[in-house]
């Protein structure tokens, strides 16, 4: 049996060391690919509260003007343990999706001087089911809201 010289195709040790070379590759980047999803969730999360935060603040500045909306009323301002995040309040404050959060475990502090200090708490079967720090707080909780808020 002769072989014809213009046989065209891979040898197998070919294939192999192709499907040796995607093996690695995917190795190396489905880590890298679920860290960087799961580093994008933790900023979606900071920037949820950073959002919650900058409402309460302009409707504390609309309230000095006397036009506040009214979810922001019962609010402003607060003292002792900060009051719960209702899920209308969440809405009104750009919360699109309130079933990703704990809003039974959300609360707000609005300070004397019109500060937010937000904790919001992702709930654990919504988008952030996989952040490991689920708590979160805007950037005007001190150490002591912190622990007034729980």
Known sequence: MKRSSNVKGFTLIELLAVIVILAVVLVVAIPAV????STAKEQTLSNTVNTVTEWFEKEYQASLLGSADA????????????????A???????????????????????????RACIKLVASDSGDFKQVTNKTVYSSACTDADKTTLG
Not at 34 to 37: G, I, K, Q, R, V
Not at 103 to 110: N, Q
Request: net charge neutral; no cysteine.
């Open 88 to 114: 209308a309040t969440a809405t009104a404050a750009g919360i699109n999706k309130t079933s990703n959060f704990d809003l039974t475990m959300s609360k707000v502090l609005i300070k004397a001087n019109g």
């Open 71 to 86: 979810e922001y009323e019962a609010f402003a301002p607060t003292t002792g343990t900060g009051k719960v995040l209702d």
């Open 34 to 37: 679920l860290s960087s999803m």
